[in-house]
């Protein structure tokens, strides 16, 4: 169902996924997701994409996770790279760009400070910090409180 959220995501955010989708039902059929949309979805070519995002929409709004509008989706990978930062996966400076930037392009105000917070340690990680687990912590101590203030 992971998967199949990620690309909703992905979907909000305009890219490109039609030709993936037919695969990814079938996936998620093995895995036990099931929805008449799914299947009919995992019986489509790589080429019906148009009918492979009409399918995939109905599939999630049937399985319960319809499709996030793009707001939604910025604040999804905003706390995912929330969530990496404290489990330690990539780049603490990447993750923080990334939170910057989703927050920057998100039509939701109050994720602005939060962005600007992230713009502010991504900035100052080499200059502010003397020590890299100094930086370090205030990263996690910043995305611990977002993810608090911002609950899935």
Sequence with gaps: ???????????????PVGDDLPMAAAHALTRGVDSPSLRELAGLSKGQSREAVDL???????????????SAARLHLMRQAAANILAGKGDPEDLAHEIYWQACYSERPELRPVGDRFLELYAGWGATYNEAEEAAAAMKAAARSFLSDHPA
């Design 1 to 15: 169902m992971e998967q199949l959220r990620d690309l909703g995501i992905r979907m909000a955010m305009y890219e």
């Design 56 to 70: 995939f929409r109905q599939a999630m709004d049937e399985l319960g996770s319809p499709v996030p509008d793009k």
